[in-house]
C-alpha cells in the first residue's frame, strides 16, 4: 500500500513519460524540431472530455477514440513540416500550440478558459478505478508505449526517421520519401502524447486550456533532451526525474523554480547531449561497467586482465 | 546551406538549437524567477480570485503553512466601516506608495453604495484609523445610480494595476490630421528609425558588421580568415540585447506597466518575425513586423474570430511561413 501523495508522484510520472515519448518519437527519431506538443496532449484531453461529460462514453471508449483525434491533429499538424524545416519549423509550432490554445478558450464548445471540469473517472474490472488502480492503468500505457517505440525503432520506418534525422538530402537519394516518413512521425508521435492527454485529464479531471499551452510543450521537450534526445530511457527518465525534481526541492519552497532552470543550465553546460544520451558521462560509465561485468562472468576475470 | 549568425548561437541544427534554445529558456527563466522574489514575499491580490486565471488557486503563497492556519494565530485582525454591503473581493497590494501618506500595504474595498475604499491592511490605529482614501462614484446627474430595492451597486471585482498606479507616466499629446498621437508615439517611431538606421550602418559600413556578416555565412571560414569569431557573437548579443532593452523599455512607456511576463509574448513574436522576415533579413523583419502588428489590430477590431489577439497574430505567423517559408524578402 502506497501513500497517496507518492502515488500521485508516480502516476504523474508516468504521464508525462507517454508524453515525453510521444515527442520523441516525433524529434528524437524524426528530428522535426517540434515545440508544440501541447496541441496533440490538449487534443488527447479535450477529445476525451468532450465524449465522457458531453456524450456519455465511458473512459475506456472515449479513449481510442481520443487518441485517434490527436493522430489526426498529429497528421493536419504535420504536413507544415513537409513545407518548411529547422528553425522555420520550431517557430511554426510554437505559433501553432498559441493558436490551438486560442480556439480551445474564444470558441463556444469546449467550456472557455474555465475548461470542463467533472470527468467520470476511469473505470478498472467494472468499478471506478482507484488512484492505485489508476497507477497500474498508467503503468501499462507507459510499457505498451515504450514497448511500442523500441520495436519502432528497430523497425524499417525507425532507419528510415533516422536517415531523415541526420541527412533529408541523402535519405531522399537513397529512395526514402522524407514527406512520407515524416507524416507518419508526427501522427504516431501525436497519438502517444494524446494517450498521455487522456490519462491526464482523467486523472485531475478537470482541463483547462492553458494545462496544454506552451509553458507545457517547452517542459516536455526539456523533459526529452535532459534525458537524451532520441533514446528511450533519456525521454523516460527526464520526464520521472523532472516530474521529482519539485517535489525533492520542496523544501526551499520559492526558489524550487530556480533550482529547476539551474539544474538545465548546468546540464546543458556540461552534458549537452542529455544525462542519459549517447555519449553522455552517465550513459558511458553504464556501458563500461556493464562490459565489464560480463567480461567477468563469462571468464571469471576482470576485462583488464584478459589476454 | 547558408548558416546565419544569431540562430548559430540560438538553433542551428536540431541537437545544437534545442540544447541552445533551452539554455535560453532556462536562463530567463533565472533572471525572472529572481525577480519575482521580491514580490513573493507577500502575495498580491489583484483581481477576483487572485489573479487574471480567475483560478482562486494562489500558487505564491509562502505566509500561510497548514501549522499556522489555526485559532491561535488566523483570525479577524480588524474590522473597519464602510458605506453599504459588500459583495465584490476585497483585493489587496503591498507596499503601496500613497502621496503624503507613505508606504503602507494595502486593502481595497469596493462597496454596494458604490463606495471604492483603501484601508490599511496591518493595523487600525493612530492615523490609520480612517480610510487612507475614499472616492464614491454616486452621481445621479450622470446616470451612475444603485440600484433599488436592496441597494446594487459595485457588485463585480475590478482590476488592480500596481505598476501604473505607482509610476504614471503622461505624455504629451499632439493631434495630427486628426488623430491623436502622444510623445510616446514618436518616440517609438523615432527610436526604431534611428536604431534601424544606425544597425544598418554597422552591419553593412564597418568592420565589425563585416565580421558579423562573414562569421553568419560560414563560422569555419570566417575563422580561416582570422576573424574573431568569439567577438562577433559577443557584439551580437551585446547589440541585440541592447535593442531589446530599448523595445522592453518603450512597451512600459506606451502600457504604463512593467511585469516580469511583459516579454514572453513579444518574445515568441519576434522570433516568428525573424522567420517571416527571412534570416538575418532587417528591411524584412521590420515589414513583417509592421504587417503583424496593423493586421492583427484590424483583424481584432473589425472581424469576429473567436480568438484572442496573440492567437490571431500566431495564426499569421503560421500562414506567413507557410506561404513563403523562404520570408517575405528571402535570406540575405
Redesign the interface.
Known amino acids: 500500500m502506497l501513500d497517496a501523495y507518492v502515488i500521485t508522484i508516480l502516476t504523474l510520472m508516468g504521464i508525462w513519460s507517454v508524453v515525453a515519448l510521444g515527442l520523441n518519437v516525433i524529434?528524437g527519431l524524426a528530428?522535426q524540431?517540434n515545440l508544440g506538443v501541447g496541441v496533440y496532449m490538449g487534443t488527447g484531453a479535450y477529445a476525451s472530455a468532450m465524449l465522457t461529460t458531453a456524450a456519455g462514453f465511458t473512459f475506456w471508449e472515449a479513449l481510442p477514440c481520443a487518441i485517434a483525434a490527436s493522430a489526426c491533429m498529429g497528421f493536419l499538424t504535420g504536413l507544415?513540416a513537409l513545407?518548411?524545416r529547422?528553425?522555420?519549423l520550431?517557430?511554426?509550432s510554437?505559433?501553432?500550440v498559441?493558436?490551438f490554445?486560442?480556439?480551445i478558450?474564444?470558441?463556444?464548445y469546449f467550456g472557455g478558459?474555465l475548461g470542463i471540469s467533472r470527468l467520470p473517472r476511469a473505470t478498472f474490472a467494472g468499478e471506478p478505478a482507484t488512484n492505485q488502480a489508476y497507477l497500474l492503468i498508467v503503468a501499462g500505457a507507459l510499457v505498451a508505449s515504450i514497448a511500442a517505440t523500441l520495436y519502432l525503432r528497430r523497425s524499417w520506418m525507425g532507419l528510415a526517421w533516422e536517415s531523415i534525422?541526420e541527412d533529408e538530402t541523402a535519405a531522399q537519394v537513397l529512395g526514402i520519401d522524407p514527406a512520407r516518413y515524416k507524416l507518419y512521425a508526427f501522427t504516431i508521435g501525436a497519438a502517444f502524447a494524446g494517450l498521455g492527454g487522456v490519462l491526464y485529464a482523467h486523472f485531475i479531471r478537470f482541463v483547462?486550456p492553458?494545462d496544454f499551452g506552451?509553458l507545457p510543450s517547452?517542459y516536455v521537450?526539456?523533459m526529452v533532451?535532459f534525458g537524451g534526445?532520441g533514446t528511450v530511457r533519456g525521454a523516460v527518465f527526464g520526464a520521472c526525474f523532472l516530474t521529482l525534481l519539485p517535489e525533492l526541492f520542496r523544501f526551499v519552497?520559492?526558489?524550487r523554480?530556480?533550482i529547476?532552470?539551474?539544474t538545465?543550465?548546468l546540464l546543458?553546460?556540461y552534458q549537452?547531449?542529455g544525462l542519459l544520451g549517447d555519449g553522455s558521462y552517465a550513459w558511458r560509465a553504464m556501458r563500461t561497467g556493464w562490459t565489464r561485468l560480463r567480461a567477468i562472468r563469462t571468464t571469471g576475470r576482470p576485462y583488464a586482465s584478459n589476454p | 546551406m547558408m548558416k546565419n549568425s544569431v540562430?548559430f548561437v540560438f538553433?542551428p541544427?536540431?541537437?545544437?538549437?534545442?540544447?541552445r534554445?533551452?539554455?535560453t529558456?532556462?536562463?530567463l527563466?533565472?533572471l525572472l524567477?529572481?525577480l519575482a522574489?521580491p514580490a513573493?514575499a507577500q502575495v498580491n491580490v489583484l483581481t477576483q480570485h487572485n489573479d487574471n486565471?480567475?483560478?482562486g488557486l494562489n500558487p505564491?503563497e509562502?505566509l500561510l503553512t497548514p501549522s499556522n492556519v489555526n485559532a491561535t494565530t488566523f483570525g479577524t485582525i480588524l474590522s473597519r466601516p464602510v458605506d453599504g454591503m459588500i459583495a465584490a473581493q476585497p483585493l489587496y497590494v503591498s507596499h503601496v506608495n500613497i502621496p503624503g501618506q507613505g508606504v503602507h500595504n494595502v486593502v481595497y474595498v469596493a462597496t454596494l453604495h458604490n463606495s471604492v475604499y483603501a484601508f490599511d491592511a496591518d493595523n487600525a490605529a493612530g492615523g490609520n484609523a480612517s480610510p487612507l482614501w475614499q472616492v464614491n462614484f454616486l452621481n445621479p446627474a450622470a446616470g451612475v445610480t444603485t440600484e433599488p430595492p436592496s441597494e446594487l451597486g459595485c457588485t463585480s471585482t475590478t482590476r488592480l494595476s500596481p505598476s501604473a498606479s505607482r509610476n504614471c507616466v503622461r505624455s504629451p499629446t499632439v493631434a495630427v490630421a486628426g488623430v491623436t498621437v502622444t510623445g510616446a508615439d514618436c518616440l517609438i517611431l523615432g527610436g526604431t528609425t534611428v536604431i534601424f538606421i544606425a544597425l544598418w550602418f554597422v552591419i553593412r559600413h564597418t568592420s565589425l558588421g563585416f565580421a558579423i556578416r562573414a562569421v553568419a555565412q560560414d563560422i569555419e571560414t570566417a575563422k580561416v580568415m582570422g576573424i574573431d569569431v568569439d567577438r562577433s557573437v559577443r557584439a551580437v548579443f551585446f547589440i541585440g540585447s541592447a535593442i531589446a532593452a530599448f523595445g522592453g523599455i518603450m512597451v512600459a512607456i506606451l502600457y504604463n506597466a512593467v511585469y516580469t511576463s511583459m516579454g514572453d509574448m513579444v518574445g515568441?513574436k519576434g522570433?516568428?518575425l525573424i522567420?517571416i522576415g527571412g534570416?538575418g533579413n532587417m528591411t524584412g523583419a521590420v515589414i513583417a513586423a509592421f504587417i503583424l502588428g496593423i493586421s492583427e489590430t484590424v483583424l481584432i477590431t473589425y472581424t469576429d474570430i473567436?480568438?484572442?489577439r496573440?492567437?490571431?497574430a500566431?495564426?499569421m505567423?503560421?500562414v506567413l511561413?507557410?506561404i513563403r517559408?523562404q520570408g517575405l524578402l528571402g535570406k540575405t
Not at chain 1, 105 to 108: A, H, K, R, T, V
Not at chain 2, 13 to 19: A, K
Open positions: 524529434t528530428g524540431f507544415p513545407r518548411v529547422e528553425d522555420s520550431a517557430v511554426l510554437i505559433g501553432l498559441f493558436v490554445e486560442s480556439l478558450i474564444y470558441l463556444p478558459p534525422r483547462t492553458y506552451f517547452i521537450l526539456v533532451v534526445l519552497q520559492d526558489y523554480n530556480l529547476y532552470g539551474l538545465l543550465v546543458m553546460l549537452p547531449r | 540562430f538553433i541544427n536540431p541537437v545544437r538549437g534545442v540544447r534554445a533551452i539554455t529558456v532556462a536562463v527563466g533565472l524567477g529572481s522574489l513573493l486565471t480567475r483560478s505564491n509562502t515568441y522570433l516568428a522567420v534570416f473567436p480568438m484572442s496573440d492567437g490571431i500566431m495564426l505567423l503560421v511561413i507557410l517559408p
